[in-house]
């Protein structure tokens, strides 16, 4: 790294994955592979250390190198009031151009943000960079970019299919694109045939079958289904599952409302999803009626900020929605 370099990188946003890969594949190969870059590499949680811990660590002097890289996880945590973010953001503006501290934030930063306006504000110290789950179109881009760093190709067809298979996961999808290019042995462009033939959809199988279970209120089933998901699945993984089907549910359930006759294909134009697997939802949507999803909706909402504030346990929200939902009388599927 040289002496113009940031003192400061702030890497944030809801995409974990893409945080990490930019610190391991862009900033920590700039301290160089040697053993003294190393020793001059350190990690903190912010939810651990106080600031005068994490000043400490990053007003260290580098041993036998230009500079010291310190990561600090989770950096929020130290600056929780006015006080500590006062007192944090001075610890900031005074690093020395021996270290480059890394910020990572994993999750979204509004622009007023107290973080990003100081930001802007010293453009001269600190460098900043969003990382945000992609959908749609930039999503299929993103396969197709993967798959060509990878040393194979993807066609848009299959990257579509794809996207649409693993949702906003990419740590999975990339995954699944090296597997892809692998089995086709970079010698031609993945299909739409490998991708169904190879990827398993994470939203069916047993997803569909819970799902499918709830829908005739069978509790028995429904509870079945989640413990098997759960014996192979990370429990907030398997929520975003959850919630992505029943909101898809919802997408072709008012598509349906809107025109009965709406086959697939117009279905998937609409939602701008690919025609595969919505062909599969529709006769799912049609066990539900609009109200129904939306208050199936509204209460995964309740259990993510459950979750989220410490008040359940992920497992525990799991089974409890699910009790709750297979417990409510079943009424005319049809009409909105």
Not at 198 to 226: E, P, Y
Request: glycine share 6%.
């Amino acid at each position: 790294m040289s002496e113009k370099s940031p003192t400061i990188y702030l890497l944030y946003g809801d995409d974990e994955f893409g945080i990490e890969s930019f610190l391991r594949h862009k900033l920590k190969p700039k301290m160089g592979s040697s053993a003294n870059a190393d020793l001059n590499t350190s990690s903190l949680d912010g939810r651990s250390k106080g600031l005068e811990e994490i000043r400490a660590e990053t007003h260290a002097v580098p041993f036998l190198t230009e500079r010291r890289m310190v990561i600090i996880d989770h950096p929020l945590g130290a600056a929780k009031g006015k006080t500590n973010q006062s007192n944090f953001l001075t610890l900031l503006e005074s690093l020395p151009q021996t270290t480059a501290c890394v910020l990572l934030v994993p999750r979204k930063l509004s622009q007023d943000h107290w973080l990003i306006n100081w930001a802007d504000q010293h453009p001269d110290l600190i460098w900043k960079k969003g990382f945000f789950h992609r959908q749609g179109q930039a999503l299929i881009r993103w396969i197709q970019e993967q798959a060509q760093a990878c040393g194979g190709e993807i066609d848009p067809q299959a990257a579509g299919l794809l996207a649409s298979y693993l949702d906003e996961n990419p740590r999975l999808a990339a995954q699944e694109i090296e597997k892809l290019v692998t089995y086709v042995n970079f010698e031609r462009p993945v299909t739409v045939d490998d991708v169904q033939n190879l990827t398993a959809d994470i939203r069916q199988g047993d997803v569909f079958a819970m799902v499918d279970a709830v829908g005739q209120g069978d509790g028995k089933t429904a509870s079945r289904m989640l413990h098997r998901l759960l014996d192979e699945n990370d429990p907030l993984r398997l929520f975003g599952m959850i919630v992505r089907q029943f909101r898809l549910l919802i997408q072709v359930r008012e598509a349906l409302n809107d025109n009965p006759s709406s086959n697939h294909e117009k279905i998937a134009r609409r939602l701008g999803e690919h025609p595969y697997p919505i062909k599969k939802i529709i006769p799912q949507a049609r066990q539900f009626n609009l109200a129904q999803l939306k208050q199936i909706y509204s209460q995964l909402t309740e259990v993510d900020r459950a979750i989220k504030t410490g008040k359940l346990t992920s497992d525990l929200a799991l089974d409890l929605l699910i009790a709750a939902l297979t417990d409510q009388p079943q009424t005319e599927k049809e009409h909105a």
